[in-house]
């Protein structure tokens, strides 16, 4: 089981970026996926969540209106996209695939570094 994030990186404030979670080893469709962050010193957060097959999303109030978190269960992976970017977005992004049924299935990528620069 892997999941492989990419797209992290350095950017100024007022841009975008886009994260992807590839996945494998597992059934990708069957799984909601979430992307938490944790800054410096502060407690890892969820961000974003998307059901299984993409019709239910949630998403903490202060990423609401700037970030969305689409999926391709075609291609087994799950995005953010991450729009009008600020200095408090800056934290290591981590995507999460879970299931509760028919066992509790639980798995997290590496982290992906994001820095949002003044």
């Known amino acids: 089981v892997q999941l492989v994030e990419s797209g992290g990186g350095l950017v100024q404030a007022g841009g975008s970026l886009r994260l992807s979670c590839a996945a494998s080893?597992?059934?990708?469709?069957?799984?909601?996926m979430m992307w938490y962050r944790q800054a410096p010193g502060k407690e890892r957060e969820l961000v974003a969540s998307?059901?299984?097959?993409?019709?239910?999303?949630n998403y903490a109030d202060s990423v609401k209106g700037r970030f969305t978190i689409p999926r391709d269960n075609a291609k087994n992976t799950a995005y953010l996209q991450m729009n009008s970017l600020n200095p408090e977005d800056t934290a290591v992004y981590y995507c999460?695939?879970?299931?509760?049924?028919?066992?509790?299935?639980?798995?997290w990528g590496q982290g992906t570094q994001v820095t949002v620069s003044t």
């Open positions: 080893g597992f059934t990708f469709s069957s799984y909601g």
């Open positions: 998307i059901s299984s097959i993409g019709g239910s999303t």
């Open positions: 999460n695939a879970r299931r509760g049924w028919p066992s509790l299935r639980d798995y």
